[in-house]
């Protein structure tokens, strides 16, 4: 039987980027082979730190979210925000870790979370929810890359990068079953789409008190938007 295993391929922002699709992919799941794991200093510990970020990270967000997303850079602090209904009206809840995750964890910190809630308008909101379910509906499963080295191993090719930000995308569909997906780094000018997508919801991120007039100007911006996924 021939044998699979996973060699790991650790590549700059600048060629990752390169041949991304205009369109999500389904989150990375870790690794499946055990025997990868050695790679990674203290792998198990770092991912249940992870594990406990991304808790904290969420915390207060409904567990079927409407529209999630979640920015987690390599060396700066992780943000998300999630847009709930509470009691008849519409907030978009914005989480903020206090430090980058894997700092922390290397100098043994503790880390906080920064939160705000900001109102907006009920068509702003129905708009969220729309872009977030076109997203994940043409989500797509990444290429995955084999070759056969000589002595008939099967090895699969991960990249893994190290300079750049992990976004990814939550929507709950209408049989209740929570969908996501995920982009890193999108460039301007090879993943246009993405790239004004991660502006709008920082942009969303950003608001801190109720204004019209950037809600309005947002709402532009994702029907746009919205119009050139459908495409």
């Known amino acids: 039987m021939k044998k699979i295993s996973l060699i790991l391929t650790f590549l700059l922002t600048a060629l990752i980027c390169f041949g991304q699709k205009e369109h999500l992919v389904f989150p990375t799941k870790g690794f499946p082979d055990d025997s990868v794991r050695y790679r990674i200093p203290n792998y198990s510990k770092l991912r249940a730190f992870s594990d406990s970020v991304n808790k904290l990270l969420n915390s207060g967000f409904s567990e079927k ?16 925000f999630s847009v709930e209904k509470i009691n008849g009206k519409n907030y978009i809840l914005y989480n903020k870790l206090s430090e ?10 503790k880390i906080a979370v920064k939160t705000n809630k900001t109102e907006i308008s009920n ?42 930000e992990t976004y990814t995308f939550t929507t709950t569909d209408k049989e209740g079953k929570i969908k996501t997906g995920t982009t890193w780094s999108p ?37 746009i938007l919205l119009n050139d996924f459908k495409k």
């Open 100 to 109: 980058n995750y894997t700092l922390a964890y290397y100098e043994d910190r």
């Open 65 to 80: 979210p409407y529209a999630k997303y979640t920015c987690m850079p390599s060396f700066s602090e992780g943000y998300a």
């Open 187 to 223: 460039h301007p000018s090879r993943n246009p789409m993405l790239s004004r997508l991660v502006e709008i919801c920082d942009n969303l991120c950003s608001l801190k008190i109720e204004n019209n007039i950037l809600q309005t100007n947002i709402l532009i911006e994702i029907e």
């Open 123 to 164: 068509e702003l909101y129905l708009k969220i929810g729309e872009l977030f379910e076109l997203l994940t509906e043409q989500t797509k499963e990444k290429e995955r890359k084999f070759e056969t080295l000589p002595d008939g191993t099967i090895v699969e090719s991960v990249e893994i990068g190290f300079d750049g």
